[in-house]
């Protein structure tokens, strides 16, 4: 089973030229098992491919869920002697995720904390990757995770979001490459491995978690109980479709928000326009103290 | 039928509970019986993780780790 999921990961890696030698990897770890394995693996693999690796862990700021992972996050960092960052949600934008809420609530925008959660965080770890001169962002992403996503971007009807998901995604100027080396292993062998690596990682649940990312996880587990290896194939079906999808997704053009000056293909990105709705308006410039 | 009887526990949960159980229960067979999805949680025998295909026997010790969490 360890040496599966070791096999695995490498051949994710070698196989989609996820990481060349000499760059310097920004991994995102929340100090969840997905994150903290994918930050062991990838500390092993750089150790062997000399490559450079830095931790980013983001607090949102979630009461009584996050204080512990990050805990978790930093003495792992530490145990594998990997420079660690911090960014929070309340440096950057001026808020936690839990006062977002409150004002969203106040303010009856009517969008779920996910949605809040999942835009910020991946616009704050991009700004902190590129301010710490990071090739390529990695993150934890399992099978599990991309079976979701592709389920959810099919729902939703989302092309531009169905083609962006893959091994790696390499957008335009302004945006680090993110890559996912653990995209082909089953969350619960995720899991097994950290178990019995004697990892130490947090296996809480976000008490923001719920709606149809919940039931679409639920349904595709009681799918892969009755029948074996069906998120595999979901992953391997898009991996064929994906190729046919280019000429369906609009082009656009990438400009710099009004606001921040981040890069978006809108008068403002979508981080601004969530803020903006709840009367949030200042953007933290530079997030990494050095 | 004769039956045997093991220890349940669901991490997180305050202490193990016994059940009544068939002889040749498997811990997959365990997991419908609760209404647990094997997808979603990790089980070990007596301390050890053990594949679900594992036979029960009499006094077992069973632990139920749910892993599904996202991270």
């Known amino acids: ?290 | 039928m004769s039956e045997i009887e093991v220890r349940v526990k669901i991490v997180g949960q305050k202490s193990p509970r016994r059940l009544k159980v068939a002889t040749r229960t498997t811990i997959a067979d365990l997991l419908k019986k609760l209404d647990q999805n094997r997808e979603t949680v990790v089980v070990s025998l007596n301390g050890k993780i053990v594949p679900e295909e594992e036979r029960l026997a009499a006094g077992d010790l069973v632990e139920i780790l749910p892993v599904v969490t996202g991270g």
């Open chain 1, 1 to 290: 089973m360890i040496k599966s999921v070791e096999r695995r990961f490498w051949h994710a890696i070698n196989e989609n030229k996820l990481v060349s030698p000499g760059e310097r990897v920004a991994v995102a770890v929340s100090g969840g098992k997905d994150s903290v394995v994918c930050m062991h693996l990838l500390a092993n693999y750089c150790r062997v491919k000399r490559c450079e690796l830095v931790a980013i862990t983001v607090d949102e700021g979630i009461k009584g869920y996050r204080e512990e992972s990050l805990l978790i996050a930093r003495e792992n960092a530490k145990m594998l002697g990997i420079e660690h960052q911090v960014v929070s949600f309340k440096k950057a934008f001026g808020s936690t995720l839990d006062g977002m809420v409150k004002l969203a609530i106040k303010k009856r925008t009517g969008l779920n904390p996910c949605t809040y959660c999942g835009v910020l965080r991946r616009s704050i770890l991009n700004q902190a990757a590129r301010e710490l001169g990071a090739h390529k962002l990695a993150t934890g992403h399992n099978l599990d995770d991309e079976a979701q996503a592709i389920m959810l971007n099919y729902i939703r009807a989302d092309l531009s979001r169905l083609y962006r998901l893959g091994p790696s995604y390499s957008p335009l100027e302004g945006f680090v490459p993110r890559i996912k080396p653990l995209r082909e292993i089953p969350e619960k062998e995720v899991a097994l491995y950290a178990l019995l690596k004697g990892m130490n990682v947090h296996l809480g649940v976000c008490p923001y978690a719920s709606g149809i990312h919940t039931e679409v996880r639920d349904f595709l587990n009681k799918l892969e109980t009755n029948h074996p290896n069906s998120k595999f194939m979901i992953l391997r079906m898009f991996e064929q479709i994906k190729p046919h999808l280019k000429v369906a997704v609009p082009g656009f053009e990438m400009k710099k928000c009004e606001n921040c000056g981040e890069p978006t293909s809108s008068r403002l990105c979508k981080t601004c326009e969530l803020l903006q709705d709840i009367d949030l308006v200042n953007r933290q410039k530079n997030l990494i103290s050095l």
